[in-house]
């Protein structure tokens, strides 16, 4: 796993990327499935499809990543926002915040929002392939530690990915491991070290 912290030029661009992502993009309230809004109920967790993401495609993925969520204390989250890529803007979009293009997921974390790779949820067989390739694991499992390491950045604004990954093993085993450092530690250190700096949680290759 990754934790970068980028230039404030880099800053910017996450700002423009993450407006435009929720601007152009559909939401998950404007496409919700009937009947499904009580088994995925998920308060103060927000869900978007990039622009051009097609409409059913979007509901369905969304709808997944809901249920995947449901199995972990999103409660304790607070307001998050989720935004699905297309596998087509996904590596422009990562080679232009300096990321791994192969990384299928990364955290924005003053903003509270994690962006996730469409091929997550199987729909590129060639880049499909490329991840089950990269990570040696089956699509389902590589979902179910993107979303689970990103939320272990998420839960305690956790900059190390050591700990993040130690968080995300223990949300995976049903558990909740205690932060590292409280968050108005974090949030001191930050301004302390740059105050113009965002920081990109973003998962890597073992």
Request: glycine share 6%.
């Amino acid at each position: 796993m990754r934790f970068l912290k980028s230039r404030l030029a880099l800053s910017c661009c996450l700002v423009v990327l993450a407006c435009n992502l929720r601007t152009l993009g559909q939401t998950g309230s404007e496409i919700a499935l009937p009947g499904t809004e009580r088994t995925t109920a998920l308060p103060g967790q927000e869900f978007h499809c990039h622009t051009h993401y097609p409409l059913a495609q979007c509901q369905k993925d969304i709808l997944q990543l809901k249920r995947m969520l449901t199995h972990y204390p999103i409660e304790g989250l607070g307001h998050w926002t989720w935004v699905l890529v297309r596998s087509q803007d996904w590596k422009p979009i990562s080679q232009m915040l300096g990321l791994n293009p192969e990384s299928p997921a990364f955290t924005a974390m003053e903003p509270r929002e994690t962006f996730l790779e469409e091929a997550l949820f199987v729909h590129d067989p060639q880049r499909t392939s490329e991840l089950m390739r990269e990570w040696r694991m089956s699509m389902p499992k590589l979902l179910e530690l993107a979303v689970s390491h990103e939320l272990g950045h998420a839960f305690c604004e956790e900059p190390n990915e050591s700990a993040a990954d130690h968080f995300a093993e223990e949300l995976r085993k049903g558990g909740l491991a205690p932060c590292r450092l409280s968050k108005e530690a974090k949030r001191k250190r930050t301004r302390a070290e740059d105050l113009d700096a965002r920081r990109l949680g973003a998962l890597k290759l073992p």
